[in-house]
T-cell receptor, first 115, second 114 residues
Framework: DQQVKQNSPSLSVQEGRISILNCDYTNSMFDYFLWYKKYPAEGPTFLISISSIKDKNEDGRFTVFLNKSAKHLSLHIVPSQPGDSAVYFCAASESRVGRDDKIIFGKGTRLHILP | DGGITQSPKYLFRKEGQNVTLSCEQNLNHDAMYWYRQDPGQGLRLIYYSQIVNDFQKGDIAEGYSVSREKKESFPLTVTSAQKNPTAFYLC?????????????FGPGTRLTVL
């Protein structure tokens, strides 16, 4: 049973426009959420994160929004650039105290930025 | 400079042979992890270790083994018991001194079993 779901396997966006990647989770114990970016044949790189005490975190062109009541988060990239074409993984975890030390990953969304 | 290294980048083995994938980190992280990535499957956790000489099974540990004799190193052995070993293998590490688990990944090893 998937605890972190990325329901869109792929997404195409025009260069310069906004890219919105969505992620849903089922485990209400998750309180920390991350986005990773991955190019083919490379390891994922950390992009941005948000803890459950916030509903928004911004870093340059990247903003993550968290809606705890809906168990939903989204990553906004604006403006989208050709180098943003990659697979984006949503991930979630619980705070560390007294629990298994795991991050749960979604299956990823492949983003294509069109010229 | 600090980071996680995985070697080799590409590995070919004959069916029935065990193979060991290397993962080394100089970030002074306590925790290390092994994932495999298959097309359309995302990242699936094989094994993880939060401290030297201790490790736990992840979601797909069957057919794999690990050791954690040194803080810097977490090698993964893909045994002949693993039914479908061809995949992209990723190693990651994270500090345990912080409240939240934020993992840093190596460049990966693509294993092809012929």
């Amino acid at each position: 049973d998937q605890q972190v779901k990325q329901n869109s396997p792929s997404l195409s966006v025009q260069e310069g426009r906004i890219s919105i990647l969505n992620c849903d989770y089922t485990n209400s114990m998750f309180d920390y959420f991350l986005w990773y970016k991955k190019y083919p044949a490379e390891g994922p790189t950390f992009l941005i994160s948000i803890s459950s005490i916030k509903d928004k975190n911004e870093d340059g062109r990247f903003t993550v929004f968290l809606n705890k009541s809906a168990k939903h988060l989204s990553l906004h990239i604006v403006p989208s650039q050709p180098g943003d074409s990659a697979v984006y993984f949503c991930a979630a975890s619980e705070s560390r105290v007294g629990r298994d030390d795991k991050i749960i990953f979604g299956k990823g969304t492949r983003l294509h930025i069109l010229p | 400079d600090g980071g996680i290294t995985q070697s080799p980048k590409y590995l070919f083995r004959k069916e029935g042979q065990n193979v060991t994938l290397s993962c080394e980190q100089n970030l002074n992280h306590d925790a290390m992890y092994w994932y495999r990535q298959d097309p359309g499957q995302g990242l699936r956790l094989i094994y993880y270790s939060q401290i030297v000489n201790d490790f736990q099974k992840g979601d797909i540990a069957e057919g794999y083994s690990v050791s954690r004799e040194k803080k810097e190193s977490f090698p993964l052995t893909v045994t002949s018991a693993q039914k479908n070993p061809t995949a992209f293998y990723l190693c990651a590490s994270s500090p345990t001194s912080v409240s939240y688990n934020e993992q840093f990944f190596g460049p990966g090893t693509r294993l092809t079993v012929l």
